[in-house]
């Protein structure tokens, strides 16, 4: 069956503008998961979904940070105003009720921030 | 301290030959481990899940030991293919239901 997609798959902004990245979950999938991983660092946590529940934003780095989940399934996140430091992949990744299962991962967008 | 440490290396591994490589995590009442297996320029996949008795799929063997707060993951006959960094994974119990904790993971190069 088709796995966790991602779009755009590189994306290049220049500094201060805003992007918006998506995330297709494997349907049925419950749980969805938003991480970064920078040149060299292991994946930084930013955001989960759970069903209906209020999302566990916890992990969203500034408030320029942002992202919704419609319909228990698509997800974006989005990012106003980048920075440079904000270059990274940013991985999506979903599983079927919560962390004790399998998470699979989207290939990410590669984030290029000039 | 971290929540997830491990030495990143790389291992540099002679083909056929046996490595191991350990991971040690903060908090003495973490529930869940696993190993992730993550190519270059790729996503991570699961790899195992880490059970408290230790387990075995083929030529991998995961083990957790609680007391010293380490999960050890073990290559025996290594492959090519196995080149990759593996990514210690732990649900620390502050974390709930809601997130896991990445080490950075251990580059594994095999060589021919």
């Known amino acids: 069956g088709a796995g966790v997609s991602q779009s755009p798959s590189n994306k290049v902004t220049e500094k201060g503008k805003d992007v918006e990245l998506r995330c297709d979950p494997i349907?049925?999938?419950?749980?969805l998961y938003w991480y970064r991983q920078s040149l060299g660092q292991g994946l930084e946590f930013l955001i989960y979904f759970q069903g209906n529940s209020a999302p566990d934003k916890s992990g969203l780095p500034s408030d320029r940070f942002s992202a919704e989940r419609t319909g228990g399934s698509v997800s974006t996140l989005t990012i106003q105003r980048t920075q440079q430091e904000d270059s990274a992949v940013y991985l999506c990744a979903s599983s079927l009720r919560g962390v004790t299962d399998t998470q699979y991962f989207g290939p990410g967008t590669r984030l290029t921030v000039l | 301290r971290k929540e997830v440490e491990q030495d990143p290396g790389p291992f540099n591994v002679p083909e056929g030959a046996t490595v191991a490589f350990n991971c040690t995590y903060s908090?003495?009442?973490?529930?869940?481990f696993f190993w992730y297996r993550q190519d270059c320029r790729k996503e991570p996949k699961l790899l195992m899940s880490v059970y408290s008795s230790g387990n075995e799929d083929g030529r991998f063997t995961a083990q957790l030991n609680r007391a010293s707060q380490y999960i050890s993951l073990l290559i025996r006959d290594s492959k090519l293919s196995d080149s990759a960094t593996y990514l210690c994974?732990?649900?620390?119990?502050?974390?709930?239901?809601?997130?896991?904790?990445f080490g950075k993971g251990n580059q594994v190069v095999v060589i021919p």
């Open positions: 994974v732990v649900n620390p119990p502050y974390y709930g239901n809601n997130r896991l904790a």
């Open positions: 908090n003495s009442a973490s529930q869940s």
């Open positions: 349907s049925g999938h419950t749980a």
